[in-house]
């Protein structure tokens, strides 16, 4: 018996020694709970990693992807409700550009018809980037088309044949504009193609100023005096029409000017038998 109480004597004692030893030594110091690694930065400084620290920031950065998903989540709904809402104001107007590219499109038209459906459009929609080039379905008159291209086809034994627009970003400071307009000479002519060219503007989705800078007639001269600005309201724009209102005309009728998108620009230059520039070929 007196043994056994030496022997648990014995390793009170080394156990208090060995405690007391722990904490002289430079890696090691004594918590009133734990022992934990005590490690030293190169400034210098102590940094005791505890157990509850980690949790606390394992916590944190939970938190904080959680709020980048959910913000991420609220971003993608925003931009998903928006697509909808502009697919459903599409399909609003698509009965409305089928009636009105019919009557445009009708040997005897109905004006009164034409600015009914054209009025029905809510405006403001600006030009879509992902169409290039548009071709003119119909204009409400002569002053319209002059406004709008060179009025070279004003000469006797002329006639317009048809008129492209190409609106583009060519570059990311420049909006690009360049109108094609066909004119038919009778007789054995061939086709006469005229070219302006500029950079266009448009405020608030619901105007478009086109700026022709310079032109070219049929020959590959420049045009004269055909540098200007000219305004127009976007009344309606989609991927199927595009709808303009001229300003500045001093006529009692609203001019309209209704495009549709053309999808092969070359090709339609090849039927009306005139060649394609390097930019329209490129486009």
């Not at 004692?13 to 030893?21: Q, R, Y």
């Not at 018809?113 to 929609?125: E, P, T, V, Y």
């Not at 478009?208 to 055909?226: A, F, H, I, V």
């Not at 309201?233 to 001019?255: A, F, K, P, Q, Y």
Request: proline share 3%; hydrophobic share 40%; glycine share 6%.
């Amino acid at each position: 018996m007196l043994l056994n109480c030496n022997v648990l004597m014995i390793l009170n004692c080394l156990f208090v020694i060995f405690v007391s030893t722990l904490t002289w030594l430079p890696g090691w110091t004594l918590h009133p709970t734990t022992l934990v690694v005590r490690s030293l930065h190169k400034n210098g400084n102590e940094v005791v990693v505890y157990a509850a620290a980690k949790k606390k920031r394992a916590r944190k950065d939970r938190l904080e992807q959680l709020q980048e998903l959910s913000e991420a989540q609220a971003e993608v709904t925003a931009a998903w409700a928006e697509r909808i809402a502009t697919r459903l104001d599409t399909a609003q107007f698509v009965e409305v550009e089928d009636e009105l590219l019919v009557e445009c499109s009708s040997d005897n038209r109905d004006l009164e018809r034409i600015d009914k459906l054209i009025n029905q459009f809510a405006g403001g929609a600006g030009i879509p980037e992902d169409i290039r080039d548009w071709r003119l379905v119909w204009a409400r008159s002569d002053a319209g088309l002059g406004q709008l291209g060179t009025g070279l086809w004003r000469v006797p034994l002329a006639r317009l044949e048809d008129i492209f627009i190409s609106l583009y970003r060519k570059s990311k400071k420049e909006n690009y504009v360049r109108l094609t307009e066909i004119i038919r000479v009778l007789g054995p002519f061939p086709n006469v193609k005229n070219s302006l060219h500029g950079d266009f503007a448009s405020q608030n989705d619901d105007s478009l100023t086109l700026n022709y800078r310079s032109g070219t007639d049929g020959t590959g001269k420049p045009l004269t005096g055909k540098a200007r600005s000219v305004d127009f309201d976007i009344i309606h724009s989609s991927s199927r029409l595009l709808v303009l209102r001229c300003i500045g005309l001093s006529t009692n009728e609203e001019e309209w000017l209704v495009f549709e998108p053309e999808t092969d620009l070359v090709g339609a230059l090849q039927r009306l038998r005139v060649p394609a520039d390097e930019e329209e070929v490129e486009g």
